[in-house]
T-cell receptor, first 112, second 115 residues
Framework: ETGVTQTPRHLVMGMTNKKSLKCEQH?????MYWYKQSAKKPLELMFV???????ENNSVPSRFSPECPNSSHLFLHLHTLQPEDSALYLC???????????FGPGTRLTVT | AQSVTQPDIHITVSEGASLELRCNYS??????LFWYVQSPGQGLQLLLK??????LVQGIKGFEAEFKRSQSSFNLRKPSVHWSDAAEYFC?????????????FGKGTKLSVKP
């Protein structure tokens, strides 16, 4: 595998479910990011990790919980989501915090 | 506040025609600027970037962009569009707070290509 991978690619979950999104980067980067992309809205930065430490939480509701066990892996734990949380969730990585970011293919999440 | 504006939501061009996608930014210092492309159902792919130096930058897939400080613009161009260029294009700027940068995206321009 090369680049940034995300699993699953598609996820349908009920509002009471708990699920996790996984991101892995094979680029040797130090920073990782979660973004939310909704229809007709700009990309929204959710979380930033640098060397496994969270450096940004962009006022994201607590029903989204990130985890970064090492510089190559990033998770987004989901629980008691709302229908408006349905979106494409994109993971990205970069060498450092001011460098270009490389994106994964995204997870299309539908909350029913 | 820092921002990125892409004034065109949707553009349609004929295959083989030239293309220019507009991007304006609002940022006090010299910005780092990027163009990304997103095909349906996919993540974003970096087309090109401007950090410093030559204001005309070349990217992948035959794209180029020109940084114009006086106009706060970073427009994306391609001399001859191919059907496979149909996608959504995002301009972005990195802004700085201490040692941290935040990537701010425009709302995107959707490109359709007519045969």
């Amino acid at each position: 595998e090369t680049g940034v991978t995300q699993t699953p690619r598609h996820l349908v979950m009920g509002m009471t479910n708990k699920k996790s999104l996984k991101c892995e980067q094979h680029l040797g980067h130090n920073a990782m990011y979660w973004y939310k992309q909704s229809a007709k809205k700009p990309l929204e930065l959710m979380f930033v990790y640098n060397f496994k430490e969270q450096t940004e939480n962009n006022s994201v509701p607590s029903r989204f919980s990130p985890e970064c066990p090492n510089s190559s892996h990033l998770f987004l734990h989901l629980h008691t989501l709302q229908p408006e949380d349905s979106a494409l969730y994109l993971c990205a990585s970069s060498p450092g915090l001011v460098d270009e970011q490389y994106f994964g293919p995204g997870t299309r999440l539908t909350v029913t | 506040a820092q921002s990125v504006t892409q004034p065109d939501i949707h553009i349609t061009v004929s295959e083989g025609a030239s293309l220019e996608l507009r991007c304006n930014y609002s940022y006090g210092a010299t910005p780092y600027l990027f163009w990304y492309v997103q095909s349906p159902g996919q993540g974003l792919q970096l087309l090109l970037k401007y950090f410093s130096g030559d204001t005309l930058v070349q990217g992948i897939k035959g794209f180029e962009a020109e940084f114009k400080r006086s106009q706060s613009s970073f427009n994306l161009r391609k001399p001859s569009v191919h059907w496979s260029d149909a996608a959504e294009y995002f301009c972005a700027v990195v802004t700085y707070g201490g040692s941290q940068g935040n990537l701010i995206f425009g709302k995107g321009t959707k490109l359709s290509v007519k045969p």
